[in-house]
Nanobody, 118 residues
């Protein structure tokens, strides 16, 4: 019912920047919250940042002050601006959308690779 398409990943040097985008389609009127999660090899998927329908944001401690999440409701798109990237940020980044149809449903994008290396 909801499809998420991510873009913007790639290879960046330490200290560099990237902006990830995630466009939602389908039953977008039921989406309340959106966010970004990441998963490094051999690691569990972890929260990076979330933004509610009203714009309240939440960040993992490891990215506070460096990453900024935002959303454009007119375009049904959520962004993740990543600055001062570190090698520890290397992971597959997944877009998440939480929708409500009598209960909460989580939808996930296919993931986009972010590699921070010199």
């Amino acid at each position: 019912q909801v499809q998420l398409v991510e873009s913007g990943g790639g290879l960046v040097q330490p200290g560099g920047s990237l902006r990830l985008s995630c466009a939602a389609s389908g039953s977008i009127f039921c989406i309340y919250n959106m966010g970004w999660y990441r998963q490094a090899p051999g690691q569990q998927r972890e929260l990076v940042a979330t933004v509610t329908a009203r714009g309240r944001t939440n960040y993992a401690d490891s990215v506070k002050g460096r990453f900024t999440i935002s959303r454009d409701n007119a375009k049904n798109t959520v962004y993740l601006q990543m600055n001062s990237l570190k090698s520890e940020d290397t992971a597959v980044y997944y877009c998440n959308a939480r929708a409500y149809y009598d209960t909460d449903y989580d939808y996930w994008g296919q993931g986009t690779q972010v590699t921070v290396s010199s």
